[in-house]
């Protein structure tokens, strides 16, 4: 079974994670079995023009020159998309692809799509961001956004499977598309590898910690969990919120400034993948007041380990835990932290067999062998 990716993005070596841990495990997961030849096409990062092996996948760069940037120059999207078509080209002529998976239906999925077509190959498309998010107060969301809402939109039409990976986004397609899209999605979470997260018991102390992991973009809506945090401390003075993210803007530190937060608010910058399970047993409740999430594995983490989750009502959060507000409503997340702090039970149905790594892995391998001809 010979698959291809197209991606935007993929990490440097075995060792990198930068953010994107279950495409890193998912790609592991895959490259080991002896019955997948898993070869990744990434479109913009890394930059260079060596091509390298991740565990026993093949990695082929599609864009030689440039600066890592968050916006790739349009100009440099072409000669990748171009490069990138070139690639697959040659691969497909030297062993034939069974399936192509665009890794995002955005530009990826464009790609793949044209691929898909030319070569009559099988796609599939996974929705892992703000494919299907409009938010016009932040400007966020491929919807908001004319090309990028073609693109999803033609990866959609040529997939023969789309996969979700919460119900959260499920129910998206189903409001904005026709039911020819919808009767063919199907939901795969990106999994958490049980190697890593567990919980382990320890002494409850009557200092309370909250935790946070994600960077301070936009639609993350810090400035909400710090509204919470704040009525929180009047109850208790000494709570605490770790924060784990990048922050090259110092948001959070001017947030803290501005509500007199500062005695209880920790700002601790990236987190290597490694070392997230012990900050996440070191707390007692992970927090997430983001305004969209297509999945958001930090929260599955957190519930892995034993942590209570309160979070907004968005991606995979609803179907784990029953401590869920509507997004930007910061007391009501307020008053959920503060019934958790009283009630701190975490009661997790069916975790593994629904959310290990173990089992997307499987899942994925499921479907690509169900479409090979």
Not at 130 to 145: A, D, F, M, N, T
Not at 159 to 165: L, N
């Amino acid at each position: 079974m010979r698959v291809a990716w197209i991606t935007t993005g993929f990490l440097e070596n075995e060792k990198d994670y930068d953010g994107a841990a279950f495409l890193h495990n998912l790609a592991k997961g895959l490259s080991s079995s002896s019955k997948i030849d898993l070869n990744i096409f990434t479109l913009y990062y890394p930059i260079g023009n060596q091509d390298y092996s991740f565990y026993n996948a093949n990695v082929f760069l599609c864009r030689y020159k440039g600066v890592k940037t968050t916006r790739v120059p349009k100009i440099e999207k072409l000669k990748a998309f171009i490069k990138c078509l070139r690639k697959f080209k040659k691969e497909h002529a030297r062993i034939k692809f069974d399936v192509i998976h665009s890794i995002w239906s955005g530009e990826s999925g464009y790609i793949a799509s044209l691929l898909s077509r030319e070569f009559n190959i099988p796609m599939v498309t996974s929705i892992g961001g703000g494919e299907l998010g409009e938010i016009p107060e932040i400007k966020y969301g491929s919807r908001l956004k004319f090309w990028q809402k073609k693109f999803v939109s033609r990866a959609f039409k040529r997939a023969k499977v789309i996969v979700t990976g919460s119900d959260y986004i499920t129910n998206k397609i189903k409001q904005y598309y026709p039911y020819e899209f919808h009767v063919k999605t199907v939901k795969i979470p990106f999994g958490v590898d049980e190697n890593l997260f567990y919980p382990v018991k320890k002494p409850r102390s009557g200092h309370i910690k909250l935790i946070n992991i994600s960077s301070t973009f936009a639609v993350k809506s810090h400035i909400d969990l710090l509204k919470a945090l704040k009525i929180v401390k009047e109850k208790y003075p000494d709570v605490e919120l770790e924060c784990y993210g990048k922050d090259e803007d110092n948001i959070l530190q001017k947030l803290a400034d501005e509500m007199d937060l500062n005695q209880n608010v920790r700002i601790n910058g990236f987190i290597e993948y490694e070392k997230i399970p012990n900050v996440l047993r070191e707390a007692d409740i992970f927090v997430l007041s983001s305004l969209y999430e297509s999945q958001n594995m930090a929260v599955l983490e957190a519930a892995f380990c034993g942590l209570p989750v309160v979070s907004t009502d968005v991606g995979v959060a609803p179907e784990i835990t029953h401590h869920i507000v509507k997004p930007h409503n910061y007391k009501a997340l307020a008053e959920k932290i503060l019934y958790v702090i009283d009630n701190p039970a975490a009661d997790y149905q069916n975790l593994s067999e629904r959310f290990s790594l173990n089992n997307s892995v499987k899942g994925f391998a499921r479907l690509y062998y169900s479409l090979k001809k």
